[in-house]
Nanobody, 115 residues
């Protein structure tokens, strides 16, 4: 069993910043990647950023230069620092962990950016 607990969402004005956190616990041996997806109303869930076991990171074009993904030294908590937020960043953000060939998801945290 893998548990993911997210925190850090909220309401922010355009241009502002938020930091999301996701703590993984349980049978979390050999995590291959940790990342963040988001889903806006009426849209498909999309990958925002991902960090791999070796430390390489991937960012969607829409967030490059504005968002930064990182993790703690134990590699059990992943963060998403979001800056220069735009109204189009409004979505439910989901933490994702790839482990043992399976995907695990957090419960989601709402991020709302007002114009």
């Amino acid at each position: 069993q893998v548990q993911l607990v997210e925190s850090g969402g909220g309401l922010v004005q355009a241009g502002g910043s938020l930091r999301l956190s996701c703590a993984a616990s349980g049978s979390i041996f050999n995590i291959k990647a940790m990342g963040w997806f988001r889903q806006a109303p009426g849209k498909q869930r999309e990958l925002v950023a991902q960090i791999f076991s070796g430390g390489n990171a991937y960012y969607a074009d829409a967030v490059k230069g504005r968002f930064t993904i990182s993790r703690d030294n134990a590699k059990t908590t992943v963060y998403l620092q979001m800056s220069s937020l735009k109204p189009e960043d409004t979505a439910v953000y989901y933490c994702n962990v790839l482990l043992g060939g399976n995907d695990y998801w957090g419960q989601g945290t709402q991020v709302t950016v007002s114009s």
